[in-house]
C-alpha cells in the first residue's frame, strides 16, 4: 500500500490543508482592514485558531508515522525516528513563531470600537500614537465593511460643528486639534505686546485714516514678510483678528487657510491660519508675496502651497509640522 493512499485514509490528516488555507484567508482579510472593528477582531482571533489547529494535526500526523506500515517496511528504525524528530522540531519552531507573529498582530493591529459620526457618516479611529500623536481612520462605507480614508491625519476631522454627537465633539476637538491649536477665545495672563517694527514700520501713516486693498488696517500688517525674526502667536494673532473681510483662500482637504492681511499693487502678505469654528487661529507667516495662492493637504499629513507671481513664476512650498515652518520646494 503507497504512503498517499494511507494518508488519504486519515480524515484528520486530509484537514490540515483546509484548516491552514482557512486561517491564512482569515488573517489575509483582517490585515485589509476591510471589516467593521469587532468582526475584524474576531476574523483574526477565528484565523489564529484555524491555523493552531493546522499546526497541532500535522504534529499529531507525524507523531504516528512510527505507527505507518508502509514505513516500517521501507525506511530504517533509527531513519524513521530521525525523520519524525526533525519534522517534529521544525513544527514547534513553526507553532512558536506564529504564535510570536500572532501577538504582534494582535498588538499592532487589534482595533478600538471607537467611533464617531461626521456629516451624517460613522467613523472609526486607532490611536497609533508613539513619539507624536498620530490616528488611522477608517469610514463605515456598508453594514460589515469600512474603508481607510487616512493614516496620521489628525487635521481632517476640524470643523467641530458637524459632529453628530455633543460629547464625539469634544472628545475630537481634544484628539485632532493638538497642541498648536489655541482657541482664539483664550486671554492672556499679561497685556499684548506691541507688535514690533516688522509688523508696523516707522513712518506709517495713522491706522483711522487709511486701510488697504484687502480691507485691512495698515497697523494690522505691512508687507514685510521678508525679516528675519519670525512672527509670534501672539502678535500675528492680534494682526489677524484685526483684519476686516480678508481675502481668504481655502486648502483642500483640511481648514486650513491662507489668509490675505495686507495687500500692496501686486504683492500679498500670507498668513497660514487654521479655523475652528468661526474664527481663524493664526499659526504661521508664509515666506511669499505672489498674488496667486492655492494649497492642499496630503494624505500623509503633508502641506502643500503653490504660488504664482505677476511674471507668471511658480513658487511651491511644503510644511511637514503643520504648517509651522516652511521648506522651499521651486522658487
Not at 503507497?2 to 486561517?23: D, E, H, M, N, Y
Not at 485589509?32 to 489547529?53: A, D, M, Q, S
Not at 497697523?219 to 502667536?233: E, K, M, N, R, W
Request: some cysteine.
Amino acid at each position: 500500500m503507497q504512503l498517499r493512499t494511507v494518508l488519504q485514509k486519515t480524515k484528520s490528516v486530509r484537514a490540515i490543508p483546509v484548516w491552514f488555507c482557512t486561517g491564512a484567508a482569515l488573517w489575509y482579510v483582517g490585515l485589509k482592514r476591510v471589516l467593521i472593528p469587532w468582526l475584524h477582531n474576531t476574523v483574526l482571533v477565528v484565523g489564529f485558531v484555524c491555523l493552531f489547529i493546522a499546526v497541532v494535526v500535522s504534529m499529531r500526523a507525524v507523531a504516528n508515522l512510527r505507527h505507518n506500515a508502509w514505513l516500517s517496511q521501507r525506511v530504517k528504525p533509527w531513519v524513521n525516528a530521525c525523520l519524525r524528530f526533525l519534522l517534529l522540531l521544525f513544527l514547534g519552531l513553526g507553532l512558536l513563531l506564529m504564535c510570536l507573529y500572532a501577538l504582534l498582530l494582535f498588538v499592532f493591529n487589534f482595533r478600538s470600537n471607537d467611533h464617531f459620526s461626521y456629516k451624517g457618516k460613522t467613523y472609526y479611529y486607532d490611536d497609533v500614537s508613539w513619539l507624536a500623536p498620530a490616528y488611522i481612520i477608517d469610514e463605515q462605507t456598508s453594514l460589515l465593511t469600512t474603508k481607510e480614508i487616512g493614516r496620521y491625519c489628525p487635521n481632517r476631522f476640524i470643523d467641530c460643528e458637524h459632529f453628530d454627537e455633543a460629547q464625539a465633539r469634544t472628545i475630537m476637538e481634544s484628539l485632532f486639534d493638538g497642541p498648536s491649536s489655541r482657541s482664539t477665545d483664550e486671554k492672556p495672563d499679561k497685556p499684548a505686546e506691541k507688535p514690533d517694527a516688522m509688523d508696523k514700520p516707522s513712518g506709517t501713516a495713522d491706522p483711522s485714516e487709511n486701510t488697504s486693498a484687502s480691507g485691512t488696517k495698515p497697523q494690522a500688517a505691512q508687507l514685510s514678510s521678508t525679516s528675519s525674526q519670525p512672527l509670534s502667536q501672539q502678535a500675528g494673532q492680534k494682526i489677524l483678528d484685526a483684519c476686516e473681510s480678508p481675502e481668504v483662500v481655502s486648502l483642500k482637504n483640511s481648514a486650513y487657510h491662507l489668509v490675505v492681511v495686507d495687500a500692496a499693487m501686486g504683492r500679498r502678505r500670507w498668513f497660514f491660519a487654521k479655523k475652528s469654528s468661526a474664527s481663524l487661529t493664526f499659526i504661521s507667516e508664509v515666506p511669499e508675496t505672489s498674488p496667486h495662492a492655492s494649497g492642499f493637504l496630503d494624505k500623509g499629513g503633508t502641506i502643500h502651497l503653490r504660488f504664482v507671481d505677476i511674471n507668471k513664476n511658480v513658487h511651491e512650498y511644503r510644511s511637514n509640522d503643520r504648517g509651522l515652518s516652511w521648506v522651499t520646494v521651486r522658487r
